[in-house]
Structures are given as structure tokens and as C-alpha cells.
């Protein structure tokens, strides 16, 4: 990025109204990169900050990894194939880090934690789960199975499968008494406990 940054004619200033640091959530810097002159240069550098929180997210959060994965996947394979220009493949992404943002913002909103909200989201994963909570049963909900899972987490517990088959006992029957709809319950419990691996391998 830096070579291709310089010219023959000296340096280009990327983010002239940045004084120190940049954030890819600050709309002031995916508006310095709207504003770019050289178009490639715009989609490399937001595809590189894009990619990089999604592999934070491999770190943290399942769901939001795989949902922000294809999501970048999708609009690079479009750009790449001519199905979107710059400038339009630019503003995809600019969305992209924008429903970030508001990915957090809404965690900060509800009053969990990220590693909560990473539960949370597994158990809304399935369809219409959200209709069929008040959000507030949703957070209980959460930190009810968090806590149930720090609490029961051992060292190595996934690669026993009798530890595995325990915690998917114990998180059924949490679900189970919480009226869990039973149409979404086998992704929900699988979402869970992959969640739960991440959590313990980080």
C-alpha cells in the first residue's frame, strides 16, 4: 500500500484531516477515503481494515465472523468479476464498516459484555427467534448461559467427548427451560458450544 501510494510526484496525503490514528469505525476516516483520488488504492485499504476485524471477530465472536466474512467475500468477488464499479464496491464496504459499528453499538446498547454478546448472537442466530422473546428474556437469557458456561468450562473439555456431550446437555436443557422454539434449537445448541470452543481456545 505504501509503494503504491507514492508517485513520482511525491507522497499522496491519504488522510489529511487526521492528526493521530484513525479508527474504520470513525465516519471522518471512510469519508477521507471516499474522497481518494485513486479509487484502487480506496477499495485495497478498506478491503485490508474490513479483513482484519473480521479475523478479531474469528477471535471473539462466530457469528459475527461468518456473517461479515461472506458479506466481504461477496462484494470482492462482485468488484473482482466487473459486477461493481470503485465506486460502487467502495460504498459497499463503507456500509460494510458502518454495520460494524452498529454491531457494537448495539452490544454497548444492551449491557453485555462482547463475549456475552457473542452468545447472544448465537442464540438468535435462528430464524424469528428475536419474535418470539421480549429482548429483555434474550439478555437474561445470555447471561444465564455465560455464566452456566464459564462456570462448567474445564481445560481441554472439547476434545473429550463426554465434556462435549455434557455441555450440550446442559445448554439444551437451559434452553428447554427457557421454551427455546424447538424449530431452532439444534442450530442454536451448535452455534453455542462452536461459540464455546472459540472462547476457550482464546
Known amino acids: 500500500l505504501l509503494k503504491a501510494s507514492i508517485k513520482s510526484e511525491g507522497v499522496i496525503n491519504l488522510f ?8 474504520l469505525f470513525d465516519p471522518k476516516f471512510l469519508e477521507e477515503i471516499a474522497k ?3 479509487r484502487n488504492l480506496a477499495v485495497e485499504i478498506l478491503k485490508k481494515l474490513l479483513a482484519e476485524q473480521v ?4 477471535r471473539t465472536n462466530l457469528v459475527k465472523s461468518e456473517k461479515f466474512s461472506d458479506m466481504l ?3 470482492m468477488k462482485a468488484y473482482l468479476n466487473g ?3 470503485n465506486e ?4 459497499e464496504l463503507q456500509e460494510m464498516a458502518k454495520d460494524m459499528a452498529n454491531a457494537h453499538a448495539e452490544g454497548d446498547a444492551l449491557g453485555l459484555s462482547d463475549e456475552e454478546v457473542a452468545f447472544y448472537d448465537a442464540l438468535t442466530r435462528p430464524e424469528a427467534v428475536k419474535d418470539f422473546y421480549q429482548n429483555e428474556e434474550l439478555v437474561s437469557m445470555t447471561r444465564e448461559l455465560t455464566e452456566m458456561l464459564r462456570k462448567n468450562r474445564t481445560i481441554d473439555w472439547q476434545k ?3 465434556a462435549r456431550a455434557g455441555m450440550r446437555r446442559m445448554v439444551k436443557k437451559l434452553l428447554r427451560r427457557h421454551k427455546y422454539p424447538p424449530e431452532g434449537m439444534e442450530d442454536a445448541i ?6 464455546c470452543e472459540m472462547w476457550t481456545d482464546h
Open 36 to 38: 481518494m483520488k485513486e
Open 16 to 23: 489529511s484531516d487526521v492528526d493521530t490514528g484513525f479508527s
Open 73 to 75: 467475500s461477496r462484494a
Open 160 to 162: 473429550k467427548e463426554s
Open 83 to 85: 459486477m461493481l464499479t
Open 55 to 58: 479475523s478479531l471477530y474469528r
Open 190 to 195: 451448535s452455534t453455542v458450544i462452536g461459540q
Open 88 to 91: 460502487e464496491v467502495i460504498a
